[in-house]
Each structure stands twice: as C-alpha cells, then as structure tokens.
C-alpha cells in the first residue's frame, strides 16, 4: 500500500513538472513569434505604403489583415495602432495575444514595435 501511494504521489510529481514546462516553453515561443512578427509586418507594410498617398485608416486595416494570416492561432489578437504617417514615415503598433496555457491558466503576452523612416 505504501508503494501504490508513493507511485501514485511520484507520478503526480512527474505530470506538474511536464505540465509547468510546457506552459513556460509556450509562453517564450509565443512571445518570441510575436516579436519576430512584429517587426517584420511593421517593416514591409512602412516599405509599401511610404508615401504612396493612402490614407492612414487603409494602411491601419492592411496591417490588421496582415497581423490576422500570419498569427493564425487559435489566440485571441489585439492590434493597437499607435501613429500611423505615412507621409513621414512613422508607423507605431501594440500588438497583445491571449491564449491557454496547457494547465488551462490564460496568459497575454504584448509587443510593441516603432519605426521611422530616415
């Protein structure tokens, strides 16, 4: 009997711990994708529409289409466009995604990403 209860005990050890590093490994993959995103989406959309005589409110909308196909998981994405001139070349976003940690806990991870065209 005491070795069933010191299985049992070992066992539920053993999933805690695999539980809480699949939920740190997840935080840190998601956090870096969205950095990485960022900065790259935020990039070609300031290379595109520099000066091309769109209005703020359709590049704004091009970045959120952007941000949407290549953050397609089954997250939650807020998109927060900070400045957005493309006549001097300024495009500021805060970008924050909430999802499920594999223990069931929601965690938010956010970036913010500024680049001005010299």
């Known amino acids: 009997m005491k070795n069933i209860i010191l299985g049992f005990t070992g066992c539920m050890l053993a999933i805690c711990m695999v539980i809480s590093c699949l939920s740190?490994?997840?935080?840190?993959?998601?956090?870096?994708?969205?950095?990485?995103?960022?900065?790259?989406?935020?990039?070609?959309?300031?290379?595109?529409?520099?000066?091309?005589?769109?209005?703020?409110?359709?590049?704004a909308e091009a970045l959120r289409q952007?941000?949407?196909?290549r953050l397609g998981s089954a997250s939650q994405l807020s998109i927060d466009v900070k400045a957005c001139d493309m006549e001097k070349g300024i495009l500021s976003v805060r970008v924050s995604e909430t999802f499920t940690l594999p223990g069931g806990q929601k965690k938010e991870v956010a970036c913010a990403k500024t680049m001005i065209v010299e």
Request: charged content about 30%; some cysteine.
């Open 24 to 59: 740190i490994y997840s935080i840190s993959v998601r956090k870096n994708e969205l950095e990485n995103c960022t900065s790259q989406v935020v990039e070609q959309n300031l290379k595109t529409y520099y000066r091309s005589g769109k209005e703020s409110g359709e590049v």
């Open 66 to 69: 952007e941000f949407m196909l």
